[in-house]
């Protein structure tokens, strides 16, 4: 089942961008060049896109490289949280329940 990327998680990313690049200070903001964070942007879309798609690894993998390319950037970090998120999610959810969003109880989560 393939689900589309929301106009939402793209603002999660950009604000994401934002805050990182004010939280380096300014002299990092200005250093940084603008494709660099569009290439980051790029990654992590693509990441969602495979998370969203049940390819939690491949996302994993993706964020990964945002986190290498740029340690200081909280985007990467923020993003791999989310895929660890699902990845729990994907393990212990009851995904055949037609309301998939309830995680099953303490006592059943492995």
């Known amino acids: 089942m393939k689900m589309e990327f929301s106009h939402l998680g793209e603002r999660i990313i950009l604000l994401v961008v934002a805050l990182s690049a004010l939280v380096g200070g ?3 903001a200005a250093a940084r ?3 660099s964070e569009a290439d980051q942007i790029k990654t992590a879309q693509q990441g969602l896109g495979l998370l969203m798609n049940g390819d ?3 996302a994993t993998k993706a964020f ?17 949280a989310d895929a660890v998120w699902w990845r729990i999610y994907f393990t212990t959810g009851n995904l055949i329940d037609p309301d998939v969003f309830v995680v099953p109880s303490g006592s059943s989560t492995p």
């Open 33 to 35: 060049q603008l494709t």
């Open 26 to 28: 300014p002299a990092r």
């Open 56 to 58: 939690v690894e491949g």
């Open 64 to 80: 990964q490289k945002i986190e290498s390319d740029d340690p200081d950037s909280a985007l990467g970090y923020l993003m791999e």
